[in-house]
Every structure is written in C-alpha cells, then in structure tokens.
C-alpha cells in the first residue's frame, strides 16, 4: 500500500518502471484527445471544481487513462471527498502512477502521472480516508471509465 511516506520517496528518489510506455507527437496527442482533454492531460492543465462528468459517477469499473488506456484506479477506492474532483485512496498498482514535486502557484504539492504515458491526472494529497490517508485528486477529463 502507497503511504505519503511512500508518495514523497517517489517523488523525490524516483518512480517505479511502468509495465510499458506509449509515447506520441504532441501533433498525434492532439488528434486522438479532445481539447479540454489535452489541455489537462499533456499540458498540466486542471477542470473547475464540480464539472467534471466522473465527479458524481460511483459504478463499479476501472478508471484509465484516457490517454493510452492503462487502468489507473479501481471503483472500490473512489470516495466522495467533497472537493469536487473525482477522490481515490490508492492507484490500481503502485506502477500505475508516477509522483512529481510540482511548486507552482506558490506551494509545494505532488503531481500525479500516468506513469505510461506521463499524461498529468491531478495531484495526491495526505488528508484522505484509511487505511492509506490518500487522496488522489484527478480531473474527469484524464479518465474514461471502464464500466
């Protein structure tokens, strides 16, 4: 189980290798995603708060990447956080993701990535529910929901 502990050793010594990588011209990731899609996921851009169509969706399923269709985060550990970001406690395997120290806007969080496709998804948080006390906060439009 991935910890804050565990979050800031990522982010700060390296990630864990990917099963596989996809990499494309940023010519074909804008051909395959829609603007608001490319937007947050290749240019680290963020949905306001409560529009995102995955906010409110609690349906079993895998949550991938909308990028390259890796599973991401399973339904069993999405939680309603309040935030108005789709919230999970873990990611589906610890190599699923990769953590990135991210000191924009004047504070210091980590960014999470699909560790596939370096797509951005959101940031983790150490406030969230037990066991792990996580909260990944991702935007809707780096998802699509595999039902």
Not at 23 to 49: C, D, N, S, V
Request: aromatic share 10%.
């Amino acid at each position: 189980m991935i910890d804050w502990n565990k979050a800031i050793e990522f982010a700060t010594t390296g990630n864990p290798q990917p099963t596989r990588r996809v990499e494309k011209t940023e010519a074909e990731w804008q051909a395959l995603l829609t603007p608001e899609q490319y937007a947050i996921t290749r240019q680290k851009g963020t949905e306001r708060a409560g529009t995102g169509e995955l906010c409110n969706i609690y349906e079993a399923g895998k949550y991938n990447c909308v990028c390259c269709n890796t599973q991401l985060f399973d339904s069993t550990i999405k939680f309603d956080s309040g935030t108005g970001w789709p919230s999970f406690t873990q990611p589906i395997e610890e190599n699923a993701i990769a953590y990135h120290k991210d000191v924009s806007y004047g504070m210091v969080r980590v960014e999470v990535t699909c560790n596939t496709c370096d797509a951005h998804l959101g940031h983790v948080f150490p406030d969230g529910p037990p066991p792990s006390g996580l909260r990944y906060c991702i935007n809707s439009a780096s998802m699509k929901l595999e039902k």
